[in-house]
């Protein structure tokens, strides 16, 4: 029996001012499927702090034109409580099915509450719409993709005039007025088309020329012009770019992933469209070892995520994780603007709190500052404004200079002109790494080999637990409050000395009973860290009944040939721990 509520939510839609086509289905899906269509308007798709993200379709509970356009008026309200004059916004999409269809429709709507619009001709990456709203000196911007989730779904990610996604208090505000929405009615839809201007080629060359100048080694470059590179765009926007990024860095030995390369919002060739999956990266892997390749590079649909392949000591080809990717990628920015005599004495980088420490290691060693934020780019690019706003800190360094931030989730965000995760610089990027190691006869493995002598072995893990059903939440809430009010003594045979709870924002020395303010915002993660330097952080999902754990734990590292064993050891490690906490 349909609840009444749900039923109140389908009556106004057959009733309303929706498409005749949508009333069909739903008159066809009360007879053919009533559980389908229950779920599809028990609730509202909820408009987080990123924006929207769901299974495209009819109804309140899913991406549609309805739900894009309601969210579209809630945010154009609040940009006109927020700025005065002419405002302005830009809007990029990417290769999702129904992505060009729902930026359409989110420019008309802007348009027709007067706001200018700037709307890409065709699909483009997620950096390039972050770079735009910088360069045209937009007041906000919305990307249409879901990432790296299945084809099914599609998003909306809205962002703020310094080209992040928004923080608080514009975040929170921006749902009450996406909330206030009550009806299609409420909707403005047409009229301003006058308003809506192309982007195309001219941005992508501005674009195209910011990522140029991250290079620090363009010499090596043309020295390498013929490392040998397998890309693929997993059926993404990356297709777009990243040729002609490489082109520009001087590669011109570049070798497509071509049953990838085309389009495509049915990910024909994966199950998940995700460059974190082995299985997504298969088919380049097969390509690189045909050819003996010096890289793999591959980015997921919107191409703010990368992955890259590398050859082992083995000559086996291997897939590196994201905070081994991160590892190289800060390093390198560290060491060779020093080595190039370009680096400046208030240069910083910015890592997330469950991104691994051994990134803090290599900076405190090279006297750079490492600041610690929440996960996600939003606080990244907080912490860039706070830092280049400030005339003077209490440690003297007056304003900073950024110079690479990213997190564990195959994120990178290299310079200061853009506020997201880039995966077409640091295609570019980690492709000047490849050949600057060449040009010494060596590889990116050889290099993260020797980055573990140096700064000690890390190796982290992540462990997703599920919750399913109704009480799912409720359980996930009572482990947290079990983690918080009663922490484990010991873990795998070591004390846990330090207790961090950032939703209290307070840290806590389990054995002296000393206690610190944690000076983040407020965020339900909790993180024990282990006398033999283990951390584990514990992250339930704000959207689903999911909670995450990351395991970090590290050793020494002596002897580059005892790696593989060293790293067993470590992986066995972190499977004690997983057992003895019950994850399993």
């Given at each position: 029996?349909?609840?009444?509520?749900?039923?109140?939510?389908?009556?106004k839609?057959?009733?309303?001012?929706y498409?005749?086509?949508?009333?069909?289905?739903?008159?066809?899906?009360?007879?053919?499927?009533?559980?389908?269509?229950?779920?599809?308007?028990?609730?509202?798709?909820?408009?987080?702090?990123?924006?929207?993200?769901?299974?495209?379709?009819?109804?309140?509970?899913?991406?549609?034109?309805?739900?894009?356009?309601?969210?579209?008026?809630?945010?154009?309200?609040?940009?006109?409580?927020c700025?005065?004059?002419?405002?302005?916004?830009?809007i990029?999409?990417?290769?999702?099915?129904?992505?060009?269809?729902?930026?359409?429709?989110?420019?008309?709507?802007?348009?027709?509450?007067?706001?200018?619009?700037?709307?890409?001709?065709?699909?483009?990456?997620?950096?390039?719409?972050?770079?735009?709203?910088?360069?045209?000196?937009?007041?906000?911007?919305?990307?249409?993709?879901?990432?790296?989730?299945?084809?099914?779904?599609?998003?909306?990610?809205?962002?703020?005039?310094?080209?992040?996604?928004?923080?608080?208090?514009?975040?929170?505000?921006?749902?009450?007025?996406?909330?206030?929405?009550?009806?299609?009615?409420?909707?403005?839809?047409?009229?301003?088309?006058?308003?809506?201007?192309?982007?195309?080629?001219?941005?992508?060359?501005d674009?195209?020329?910011?990522?140029?100048?991250?290079?620090?080694?363009?010499?090596?470059?043309?020295?390498?012009?013929?490392?040998?590179?397998?890309?693929?765009?997993?059926?993404?926007?990356?297709?777009?770019?990243?040729?002609?990024?490489?082109?520009?860095?001087?590669?011109n030995?570049?070798?497509?992933?071509?049953?990838?390369?085309?389009?495509?919002?049915?990910?024909?060739?994966?199950?998940?469209?995700?460059?974190?999956?082995?299985?997504?990266?298969?088919?380049?892997?097969?390509?690189?070892?045909?050819?003996?390749?010096?890289?793999?590079?591959?980015?997921?649909?919107?191409?703010?995520?990368?992955?890259?392949?590398?050859?082992?000591?083995?000559?086996?080809?291997?897939?590196?994780?994201?905070?081994?990717?991160?590892?190289?990628?800060?390093?390198?920015?560290?060491?060779?603007?020093?080595a190039?005599?370009?680096?400046?004495?208030?240069?910083?980088?910015?890592?997330?709190?469950v991104?691994?420490?051994?990134?803090?290691?290599?900076?405190?060693?090279?006297?750079v500052?490492?600041?610690?934020?929440?996960?996600?780019?939003?606080?990244?690019?907080?912490?860039?404004?706070?830092?280049?706003?400030?005339?003077?800190d209490?440690?003297?360094?007056?304003?900073?200079?950024?110079?690479?931030?990213?997190?564990?989730?195959?994120?990178?965000?290299?310079?200061?002109?853009?506020?997201?995760?880039?995966?077409?610089?640091?295609?570019?990027?980690?492709?000047?790494?490849?050949?600057?190691?060449?040009?010494?006869?060596?590889?990116?493995?050889?290099?993260?080999?020797?980055?573990?002598?140096?700064?000690?072995?890390?190796?982290?893990?992540?462990?997703?637990?599920?919750?399913?059903?109704?009480?799912?939440?409720?359980?996930?809430?009572?482990?947290m409050?079990?983690?918080?009010?009663?922490?484990?003594?010991?873990?795998?045979?070591?004390?846990?000395?330090?207790?961090?709870?950032?939703?209290?924002?307070?840290?806590?020395?389990?054995?002296?009973?000393?206690?610190?303010?944690?000076?983040?915002?407020?965020?339900?993660?909790?993180?024990?860290?282990?006398?033999?330097?283990?951390?584990?952080?514990?992250?339930?999902?704000?959207?689903?009944?999911?909670?995450?754990?990351?395991?970090?734990?590290?050793a020494?590292?002596?002897?580059?040939?005892?790696?593989?064993?060293?790293?067993?050891?470590?992986?066995?490690?972190?499977?004690?721990?997983?057992?003895?906490?019950?994850?399993?």
């Open positions: 029996m349909m609840d009444a509520i749900t039923q109140q939510k389908i009556d839609w057959l009733h309303g001012n498409d005749q086509a949508v009333k069909d289905e739903i008159i066809a899906l009360q007879k053919s499927d009533p559980a389908a269509l229950e779920d599809a308007f028990y609730k509202n798709l909820e408009f987080g702090t990123g924006g929207l993200r769901g299974i495209m379709g009819i109804g309140t509970n899913r991406m549609n034109k309805y739900t894009v356009g309601m969210a579209t008026q809630g945010y154009a309200n609040y940009l006109k409580q700025f005065t004059g002419e405002i302005s916004v830009a990029a999409y990417d290769c999702r099915n129904n992505s060009s269809l729902f930026a359409s429709i989110t420019a008309n709507v802007f348009a027709a509450n007067g706001i200018k619009v700037y709307l890409f001709e065709a699909l483009r990456p997620t950096p390039e719409l972050s770079y735009a709203i910088r360069t045209l000196g937009c007041k906000g911007g919305v990307v249409c993709t879901a990432s790296h989730n299945p084809k099914e779904y599609n998003g909306y990610k809205a962002y703020w005039d310094d080209g992040a996604q928004m923080v608080p208090p514009h975040d929170k505000n921006v749902i009450t007025e996406v909330e206030k929405i009550a009806s299609v009615d409420d909707v403005k839809w047409s009229g301003g088309e006058a308003k809506i201007i192309s982007l195309g080629e001219a941005m992508d060359a674009y195209l020329n910011m990522v140029k100048g991250l290079s620090v080694y363009p010499e090596v470059c043309a020295a390498q012009s013929d490392l040998k590179i397998v890309y693929t765009s997993i059926h993404g926007t990356g297709i777009v770019l990243v040729p002609k990024a490489l082109q520009q860095f001087g590669f030995n570049v070798s497509i992933v071509e049953e990838q390369s085309t389009p495509d919002g049915n990910f024909p060739t994966v199950v998940y469209p995700n460059p974190e999956e082995t299985e997504a990266m298969s088919i380049g892997l097969k390509q690189a070892a045909a050819l003996d390749a010096d890289i793999l590079l591959g980015t997921d649909p919107d191409a703010d995520r990368v992955a890259i392949g590398v050859k082992n000591k083995k000559g086996e080809w291997v897939l590196l994780n994201g905070n081994q990717t991160a590892v190289l990628a800060f390093n390198y920015m560290i060491e060779a603007r020093k190039k005599g370009i680096a400046q004495p208030n240069d910083m980088v910015i890592k997330t709190i991104t691994t420490d051994m990134i803090d290691v290599i900076a405190k060693a090279s006297e500052a490492c600041y610690n934020v929440l996960t996600g780019f939003k606080w990244i690019s907080k912490m860039i404004r706070e830092k280049e706003a400030r005339p003077d209490p440690f003297g360094r007056g304003k900073e200079n950024y110079i690479i931030g990213g997190e564990e989730s195959f994120g990178l965000m290299i310079g200061d002109k853009i506020r997201d995760k880039d995966a077409i610089s640091a295609v570019a990027l980690s492709c000047e790494m490849a050949a600057y190691e060449k040009s010494k006869g060596r590889t990116l493995y050889d290099k993260l080999v020797d980055l573990c002598m140096q700064y000690g072995f890390y190796k982290e893990s992540l462990v997703s637990v599920t919750k399913k059903g109704m009480n799912g939440a409720k359980e996930i809430e009572a482990m409050e079990g983690y918080r009010n009663n922490p484990p003594l010991t873990i795998d045979g070591a004390a846990v000395i330090q207790l961090l709870d950032y939703e209290l924002q307070l840290g806590k020395n389990l054995s002296s009973s000393e206690t610190w303010t944690i000076d983040l915002p407020k965020s339900n993660v909790l993180q024990f860290v282990l006398a033999d330097g283990t951390k584990i952080s514990a992250r339930p999902s704000g959207t689903e009944p999911k909670i995450k754990f990351y395991f970090s734990v590290n020494k590292l002596t002897d580059a040939a005892a790696f593989d064993a060293t790293e067993k050891l470590l992986d066995e490690k972190i499977a004690r721990i997983v057992e003895e906490m019950g994850l399993k």
